[in-house]
């Protein structure tokens, strides 16, 4: 696998001033962001599969990363997750399921690789599963809700809210995939898009962090700062 350049980092240089994050509400009047069609995720379940998704995502220096476990409802239920780990570039986004020992072993070897950043939304959980699921700490993860504290949001934004403030979308997840049952051997299409989506709307969210000050990429007028 090719050693992609440095990750970068941040360091805020200025006190940030507070800022409100947008509620639910507000983002519900919002046009829709844009998603990946099933014709950029690829289900990944087999050491083949793997082989050709980490070939690809060597190029990227910046993945979005995301993982689902199946829900727990019983109290005192401990989740065996994850049971997938989703990977996006700008223009695709892998699905790797966990069933397979060798899928799991390009998946470790994915996330420990140093020199790509792997940003996303509440990660500390996931990185702990991660931990005790595939035996590897996570190199170079950016949890995206740190950034924006720094740039002055009090609360987790979450995808959401990054969505709603830096592009003037709303960013549709489905509450039936999000409470499914991610240790299926079968993936449902809805289950693809929305793990998929995940992991991409971080990495939108991540290049969108790193445009000039006083660039925007909604309109300066309807922006929800």
């Given at each position: ?6 990750a ?33 995720i690829a ?159 971080a ?16 309109s ?6």
């Amino acid at each position: 696998m090719t050693t992609p350049p440095p990750a970068r980092r941040y360091h805020p240089t200025t006190r940030p001033s507070h800022h409100p994050t947008p509620d639910k509400d507000q983002i519900a009047l919002l046009e829709p962001f844009e998603r990946l069609g099933t014709d950029r995720i690829a289900l990944v379940s087999t050491p083949t599969q793997a082989d050709k998704a980490c070939h690809a995502l060597a190029a990227a220096s910046a993945w979005g990363f995301d993982t689902e476990s199946k829900p727990t409802f019983v109290q005192g239920e401990q989740s065996d997750g994850p049971h997938i780990v989703q990977l996006a570039t700008l223009d695709h986004a892998w699905v790797f399921q966990l069933h397979d020992p060798g899928c799991r072993a390009r998946v470790a070897e994915l996330l420990a690789l140093r020199g790509v950043t792997k940003a996303g939304f509440g990660l500390g959980d996931d990185t702990k599963r991660i931990q005790a699921k595939l035996g590897v700490q996570p190199s170079d993860v950016l949890e995206l809700n740190t950034v924006f504290r720094q740039r002055g949001y009090r609360k987790d934004m979450g995808v959401k809210g990054a969505v709603a403030v830096l592009f003037n979308r709303r960013f549709i997840k489905s509450k039936k995939a999000a409470t499914s049952n991610w240790a299926n051997e079968k993936l449902t299409e809805a289950q693809l898009v929305y793990a998929a989506n995940d992991a991409w709307a971080a990495l939108r969210v991540f290049h969108a962090l790193q445009a000039p000050v006083g660039h925007s990429v909604a309109s300066r007028n309807t922006r929800l700062l």
